[in-house]
């Protein structure tokens, strides 16, 4: 079998950005080339290694991020989509240089190779995140969520995911009504699932991460719980729910700002995250508008997730 190698040019601050896009269209997995990662090796206080001043500043600060997709793509309107997202990215992240072609690698090269990168990990002290070929001994306490990082994006690792499922796992209450606005392979809706929601709508834009989330929501045995659709919030049946939470971006959490309420309990939480610091401001002055309290804020990396209640009236 036959993969396409994307290569995508960027900067350190919209490499997480721009590698969560390309998974969510179904990348197989991705690679990731930081020089400063190099550069921190080398400048440790006891490395063994020497560079000069030259050759530090040789590495550059281009961040080189490799994509893999299945041969079966049509990959010239691959190409032409992912030119389209890096365009919406650039709205509110530097991405740097962009789009940089492809090529074709066989499958020996790539489609199993790099599991070997991915393991079992907890992305709380309580969940435990597991790609779906791994063993692991499970202990009393933990939450599993099966997970495979060759289907789309939002397998754990991402600073917004690591906040939302910790302030999850705070907030839900056994037999909440929960919705998930942009729940990419669905796992957030599984863990609220998992820890107690009597029901979960999932909602996002992308067929793609639609799909893949349906899948996911069947490996972990909670389908009976989790209804996925695709679209936008304002494609759901209102029907109030206890918690909402929403791992997107803050252009799109502004701009439901008018609507969300509209979803909820009185008193109800909303759990948002995707904000960039400079923005958190803008969102937290936004939702203050429209009667809602912060009752906390996390941030983690340029990343920032913010816990709001939902006014008693609306």
């Known amino acids: 079998m ?33 020089p400063n990662d190099i550069r921190n090796e080398i400048l440790k206080p006891n490395t063994l290694d020497y560079a000069d001043d ?31 997202k890096l365009d919406f990215i650039s709205g509110f992240l530097d991405i740097g240089k962009g789009y940089q072609g ?48 060759g289907m789309a994006f939002g397998t754990g690792t991402h600073e917004t995911t690591r906040m939302c499922s910790a302030l999850l796992e705070n907030y839900i209450k056994t037999g909440d009504r929960v919705i998930d606005i942009g729940c990419g392979t669905g796992i957030l809706s599984i863990i609220a699932a998992k820890l107690g929601a009597s029901v979960v709508d999932a909602v996002d834009v992308d067929a793609v991460a639609v799909k893949v989330a349906e899948e996911n929501i069947k490996i972990n045995n909670v ?5 996925v659709k695709t679209g936008v919030l304002e494609d759901l049946k209102v029907e109030k729910a206890d918690l909402v939470i929403a791992n997107i971006i803050a ?55 913010i816990v709001l209640r939902c006014p008693g009236s609306l």
Do not use: C
Request: aromatic letters at 10%.
């Open 102 to 149: 492809y090529s074709e690698v066989d499958d020996e090269d790539w489609s199993t190779s790099w599991k070997k990168y991915y393991k079992p990990f907890n992305i709380t002290e309580r969940l435990v995140i597991k790609p779906t070929w791994e063993k692991y001994d499970i202990n009393n306490r933990e939450v599993i969520i099966e997970i495979d990082p």
């Open 251 to 305: 252009d799109v959490i502004v701009d439901i700002s008018g609507s969300v309420g509209l979803y909820m309990k009185k008193g109800g939480i909303f759990i948002t995250s995707g904000i960039i610091k400079e923005r958190k401001q803008e969102v937290i002055k936004k939702y203050e508008e429209k009667g809602f309290v912060v009752e906390e804020i996390q941030e983690l990396g340029e990343w920032v997730a």
């Open 54 to 84: 030259e050759f530090l500043q040789s590495l550059g600060e281009d961040v080189v991020i490799k994509a893999y997709f299945s041969g079966d793509n049509n990959v010239e309107e691959l190409s032409t989509l992912i030119k389209e």
């Open 223 to 227: 389908d009976n719980l989790v209804r």
């Open 2 to 34: 036959k993969w396409h190698e994307i290569r995508i040019v960027t900067t350190l601050e919209a490499s997480d950005a721009v590698t969560e896009m390309l998974t969510s269209l179904g990348a197989g997995g991705t690679s990731i080339e930081d």
